[in-house]
């Protein structure tokens, strides 16, 4: 039994995303018994709904709809099919912000509700207008058809109603609901669910590997994810397919790894194995993705997409190409206005007095540079600067030499595969620096960032371009807002510091643009707060390696102990500066080096405890949303520690951490999580073409999620942010690091 509440007055026009509840307050039960080979489902009200929620208060079940188009239901004697759009008749309503509740605190700042619900359509209303349920009965059954799929629910209180939720949201689901009766409380609702149970199944063995294969010399390691019950064991075969077909070249007899999640793990070895081709692991009757084993595996079409098209594809305030293919045209030419000092959306919210310019006045020269963060078409300070800072690292680590793109910051056009002689990944980080800097230097601050003024744009599904009208001044232009945030603050003039260096005689202009940021940031902000000790120490680093200057090295000096007791957080890019200082030679230097590396060890066998927990040689921990950002950020951190030290830290991490996004994860799903890459991988993600269920090549979503407690889950939908979402910042920077550093490691 689960005792619920509505509304969460909490959020009621405030918070991350500020809701707009009616005016109720209800306490309710659901309960969940097992009867028998049934569930049954009995919702207790502690009062009666009001009467203006006679016919809209309901409970509701959801069903996924990717997985449903075409298939079959039963209501009663009628019978359909699961559309794969939404389809008339309409139905009308009165919506429920007419009766809106007075649930604030005086304490929080609002939301302005006149300018969420706004004109036409509002997705903070979307119940005005809805579609006509599919049908109506007592007891409906979802994909009649197929045994493994097969449940069917009974109402013993009231009509079901099969409704299509796509037709209020684009990202809605197909919803069962039982409406509640006038007057109802305990009982109001009363279902019984039946499952269809196929005896003796039991869950197909999955093998797990990296969908593009492996360099000869790297280590190779498929993993065998079993149900929990299945005891039985087996020899694995790896084969090589040529031109005349397959041939087995080994047999191997996994070795048992231990219970992970809700499953067994066997691990099958291979690495001995270095003869290039085409390979499959079969293991009874499954098999694996085709994968390859050659010198050239890294080397075409796996970290490239990243720069060759989806980092230009997410460039703002530019027309994006690609031969035929407009992917969106020249937009938000007409940003910004100052934001009003009211909470927001999206975690956006104005504070008074961080701004000398007045809401709704133009801030001018803000329309330059920048990516889309994810498919909402926002530019964030933390992604501009992180996706201009690991840019920045790649190129000083790697210097890749690609070139195949042509971007004019002048005419804003950006033409992929047409090369204009300019390094692709100094023009990206170029384009960072360009929005961070031209904020900065409108606004005498750092931005918190740009996003649309309201909600009907916020949601757009479609040309970037068609969200504002490029004209400056009107209602339409997206708005600009500043924060207080010392730590963002400092961790961007790290940033900065890092994206000058790399500027240099590319953009010198820029370059010292972002270095008198950085200087001014690191002098000005948080002094004497401790609680930004970390991000301090991180500007410090950047702007020794980036000037040489005393002031930086002193002030790592100054706060050695501080970073010996933090050791774990902050080694990582405290290495590239510890690796200068040791030359230095001089009594200090040799202090803080001999400090620096005595407590190193800790941080690795630290590792070692963590990555030992998971089959995947990882630090994995599954949250909700999927888990291979996390992990490729692991990686990313990871290889300046084991560049540096490599007698300290192994580099095998990295190539774990690689092979996880690649399509070594759990589950039943083997995709690669960067779109393009691979025999099989997301290419349905939400980006900004989610709409048409496609994707950008070289974008990587997060991933395999956890249903709780234990069941990981990823799948094909555009419209699960938690799972497929695009975003800047790392999700995509951090994979081609990866996989640059794999081909580093195994060249050298």
């Known amino acids: 039994t689960a005792m619920m ?18 005016e109720l307050n209800l306490t309710y039960k659901v309960r969940v018994e097992a009867k028998g080979r049934q569930i049954e489902v009995t919702v207790d009200l502690d009062s009666p709904i009001p009467d203006y929620l006679i016919g809209k208060a309901g409970f509701n079940l959801e069903f996924f709809p990717g997985s449903l188009f075409g298939k079959p239901w039963l209501m009663d004697d009628k019978s359909g099919i699961y559309p794969q759009q939404p389809n008339s008749p309409l139905l009308t309503t009165q919506p429920n912000h007419l009766h809106t509740g007075h649930y604030h605190n005086g304490k929080s700042p609002l939301a302005d509700m006149e300018h969420l619900i706004d004109k036409g359509f509002s997705p903070i209303v979307a119940d005005d207008i809805i579609a006509e349920p599919y049908a109506v009965g007592r007891k409906f059954t979802s994909r009649p058809d197929d045994p493994y799929s097969k449940v069917t629910i009974e109402s013993l209180t009231g009509d079901l109603k099969l409704y299509d ?26 279902w019984i669910i039946t499952p269809n149970v196929v005896e003796d199944w039991i869950y197909k063995p999955v093998i797990q590997t990296s969908q593009i294969g492996y360099h000869p010399a790297q280590d190779k390691e498929a993993i065998i994810e079993l149900d929990i019950r299945d005891n039985s064991r087996k020899a694995a075969q790896l084969v090589r397919i040529d031109a005349e077909g397959e041939k087995v070249v080994k047999t191997i007899n996994p070795s048992e790894w231990g219970k992970f999640l809700r499953y067994n793990y066997l691990k099958v070895n291979f690495t001995e194995v270095k003869q290039s081709g085409i390979y499959q692991i079969k293991y009874g009757d499954s098999s694996s993705p085709i994968f390859r084993i050659d010198e050239t595996v890294y080397d075409r079409g796996v970290w490239q997409p990243v720069l060759e098209y989806f980092l230009p594809v997410q460039m703002c305030h530019m027309r994006v190409a690609e031969k035929y293919r407009v992917w969106h045209d020249a937009c938000h030419m007409d940003d910004a206005q100052m934001a009003p000092a009211h909470n927001h959306i999206d975690g956006y919210d104005q504070k008074p007095g961080l701004s000398k310019y007045k809401a709704g006045e133009v801030v001018p020269g803000v329309n330059i540079g920048g990516w889309h963060d994810a498919g909402d ?10 996706e201009t800072y690991i840019l920045a690292l790649a190129y000083e680590a790697f210097r890749p030499d690609l070139d195949v793109t042509s971007i004019d910051q002048i005419n804003r056009v950006t033409e992929i595969h047409q090369a204009d002689g300019k390094n692709d990944m100094l023009q990206q980080v170029e384009n960072g620096a360009l929005s961070v800097v031209s904020s900065y230097l409108a606004l005498g601050r750092l ?23 490029g004209k400056i001044g009107n209602e339409d232009d997206r708005w600009i807002f500043t924060e207080d945030n010392p730590s963002r603050e400092m961790s961007t003039a790290a940033q900065l510091a890092a994206a000058s260096r790399v500027l240099r005689e590319f953009n010198d202009t820029l370059s010292v643009h972002c270095l008198n940021i950085s200087r001014e940031i690191f002098a000005t902000t948080g002094r004497g707060n401790d609680r930004i ?12 390696l980036t000037t040489g200057e005393d002031q930086y090295l002193n002030f790592l000096y100054d706060n050695q102990q501080s970073i010996v007791e933090r050791i774990g957080s902050v080694a990582w890019f405290t290495a590239r500066a510890e690796q200068k200082i040791a030359k230095l030679g001089d009594k200090r230097a040799k202090a803080f080096s001999k400090a620096f590396r005595k407590a190193l060890p800790k941080v ?10 998971t089959p995947y040689g990882v630090p994995y921990r599954p949250h909700i949303w999927g888990a291979g950002w996390d992990i490729q950020s692991f990686g990313y951190r990871h290889y300046f520690l084991a560049s540096a030290y490599p007698e300290i830290f192994s580099k095998a991490p990295i190539f774990n951490a690689l092979n996880f996004i690649l399509g070594c994860h759990p589950g039943s799903n083997q995709a690669s999580f960067a779109s393009g890459v691979g025999a099989e991988s997301a290419t349905v993600g939400y980006g900004l073409n989610r709409a048409d269920w496609s994707y950008i090549p070289g974008g990587v979503i997060s991933g395999t999620a956890l249903i709780r407690p234990d069941f990981p889950e990823l799948l094909t939908f555009p419209f699960l942010w938690q799972q497929t979402e695009y975003v800047m910042g790392g999700g995509s920077s951090h994979y081609m690091f990866l996989v640059l550093a794999a081909q580093q490691f195994l060249k050298s």
């Open 5 to 22: 509440m509505y509304p969460d007055s909490s959020r009621h026009l405030t918070g991350f995303n500020p809701m707009i509840y009616p």
């Open 165 to 190: 939720g796509r037709m209020n949201h684009n990202n809605g689901w197909f919803v069962l609901r039982s409406e509640i009766a006038a007057g109802a409380t305990k009982g109001a609702v009363k």
């Open 377 to 386: 078409f926002d530019l964030r300070i933390e992604s501009q600067a992180g």
């Open 447 to 469: 931005y918190r960032g740009i996003i649309t003024n309201n909600l009907r744009q916020y949601v757009l599904l479609g040309d970037a371009a068609a969200m504002t009208d």
């Open 533 to 544: 000790l970390n991000q301090k120490i991180q500007a410090a680093v950047e702007l020794y």
């Open 604 to 613: 690795e066998s630290d590792l070692q405890v963590q990555v030992k927990e």
